[in-house]
């Protein structure tokens, strides 16, 4: 998944919430992006940080709920973009890393 922060700070802080919620395995802030987008009825442009969010499935509804609670826009980009295969250690350790407590391997 993924979505957009106004910095990379603020990328961070959202990334770190969401993992300590278990909510994502990982995220991925990326500075140095700009948005171009019409907003209000003005086009507006903006620098942000990309930030790729890494979690299953199974986690898509209490990411979306959580999300907006974080993020201090006002209508806050989050976009799935399905994986169509992974590296079978790699997804079983985001499998595990977002499971809810009683249901992870450990």
Do not use: N
């Amino acid at each position: 998944m993924f979505t957009t922060a106004p910095s990379a700070e603020a990328g961070r802080t959202i990334v770190r919430a969401l993992v300590e919620r278990r909510l994502v395995a990982c995220g991925t802030v990326l500075p140095g992006a700009v948005s171009i987008y019409r907003w209000k009825g003005a086009v507006e442009q903006q620098d942000e940080a990309m930030v790729i969010l890494k979690t299953t499935t199974e986690r898509w509804s209490a990411l979306a709920a959580a999300l907006p609670e974080l993020h201090p826009y006002e209508v806050p980009e989050l976009i799935a973009v399905p994986a169509s295969a992974g590296l079978p250690a790699y997804l079983q350790w985001l499998s595990d890393e977002t499971a809810v407590i009683g249901t992870r391997k450990e």
